[in-house]
């Protein structure tokens, strides 16, 4: 049978091999890793790894072979796509908000992996049977620039870019409060919650969790809010959302680590709406650059805001009379 090759992802947590197969691999379950972990069916980095409790690292590359037929099938859904680039060996898509990046539990068919196969047929065949050619994602309600692999190459080019922290991103957020000054870094480690195993949050404590580093500057201020460009250094999980609650000012919509509710009085109620129907966490990807996988040409690839955020800017822009551009950058 094939052999099935996935790359941890460079901003993953360590943790267990027969958990990182549930979550990654094609397997129903842990005890459907575990077992074929035990037949000695399952190596890392090429060494041959029958403990279910082994731990994975970022970058490792598990392969391993299925007991059984795949019984993940993925299906072709024509869901509209911005391109915001395309050659032979990479696409890079706008993300819209609300669309899942690939097949979960819940999203079988409406993820963004099915409508990039319904637009070719050539994807990455690394990065798990439910994830060909995902190098890096984005939060289900996160919009915004997003690059995939068309082949194993290019793959393997850019999560070494990720690794090594080549790959430079810009993120642009609306969020509650005036920040302490112009600009400023954000240097606080991030794990998984104890209270609450799926979400992040920040780790006080020396020496404990993963290094996060977070640049950020105010585009604009509001009367209680701030919009900011986000600059990330790292990339760990819900890092700007956990990072810029853990600082007192939450992203406005988010879900998850928002603590503030839209003012129902004063001179932001009537946007009440707007946010309500924005049904997400303000943040948007505005830009990548890499260097490309194959020309090594240095790329900036830069994502136009949706136009929900959009509307919900302009709209404070006019209400506070400022004649600056809040969708430029």
């Given at each position: 049978m094939k052999h099935v090759k996935v790359l941890v992802p460079p901003d993953a947590e360590p943790t267990?091999?027969?958990q990182f197969l549930a979550t990654y691999g094609?397997?129903?379950?842990?005890g459907a890793a575990q077992r074929v972990i035990k037949s000695g069916n399952v190596w890392i980095d090429g060494q041959p790894a029958s403990k279910p409790s082994t731990r994975v690292l970022p970058g490792a590359i598990v392969t391993y072979e299925p007991l059984a037929p795949e019984p993940v099938?993925?299906?072709?859904?024509?869901?509209?796509?911005?391109?915001?680039?395309?050659?032979?060996?990479?696409?890079?898509?706008n993300k819209p908000p609300?669309?899942?990046?690939?097949?979960?539990?819940?999203?079988?068919?409406?993820?963004?992996?099915?409508?990039?196969?319904?637009?070719?047929?050539?994807?990455?065949?690394?990065?798990?049977?439910?994830?060909?050619?995902?190098v890096h994602r984005l939060d289900k309600g996160t919009s915004g620039v997003l690059v995939v692999a068309k082949t194993d190459e290019?793959?393997?080019?850019?999560?070494?870019q990720f690794k090594e922290r080549l790959i430079k991103k810009v993120y642009h957020a609306l969020v509650y409060g005036q920040m302490d000054g112009e600009r400023g870094t954000i240097d606080h480690a991030i794990a998984r919650s104890a209270r609450d195993r799926k979400k992040m949050a920040v780790i006080r404590v020396p020496?404990?969790?993963?290094?996060?580093?977070?640049?950020?500057?105010?585009?604009?201020?509001?009367?209680?809010?701030?919009?900011?460009?986000?600059?990330?250094?790292?990339?760990?999980?819900?890092?700007?959302?956990?990072?810029?609650?853990?600082?007192?000012?939450?992203?406005?919509?988010?879900?998850?680590?928002?603590?503030?509710?839209?003012?129902?009085?004063g001179v932001l109620a009537p946007l009440a709406k707007d946010v309500k129907q924005l049904g997400r966490q303000a943040l948007h990807a505005s830009?990548?650059?890499?260097?490309?996988?194959?020309?090594?040409?240095?790329?900036?690839?830069?994502?136009?805001?949706?136009?929900d955020l959009a509307t919900l800017l302009h709209k404070l822009d006019e209400r506070f009379a400022r004649k600056e551009d809040p969708c430029s950058f």
């Open positions: 267990r091999l027969d094609d397997f129903t379950s842990r099938q993925l299906v072709a859904r024509p869901f509209p796509l911005e391109i915001l680039y395309e050659d032979d060996a990479i696409i890079v898509v609300h669309r899942v990046v690939h097949p979960a539990p819940g999203h079988v068919d409406d993820t963004l992996v099915n409508a990039l196969l319904a637009h070719t047929d050539r994807l990455a065949s690394m990065g798990g049977p439910r994830r060909p050619g995902i290019a793959y393997l080019s850019l999560t070494r020496g404990s969790g993963r290094e996060a580093v977070t640049d950020w500057k105010v585009k604009k201020a509001y009367a209680g809010l701030s919009y900011l460009e986000l600059s990330p250094r790292t990339g760990r999980t819900h890092q700007l959302r956990v990072h810029l609650a853990a600082l007192g000012h939450p992203i406005v919509g988010d879900p998850v680590y928002g603590r503030r509710r839209w003012p129902t009085t830009r990548i650059t890499f260097s490309h996988p194959v020309s090594q040409a240095k790329m900036t690839i830069k994502a136009p805001l949706p136009e």
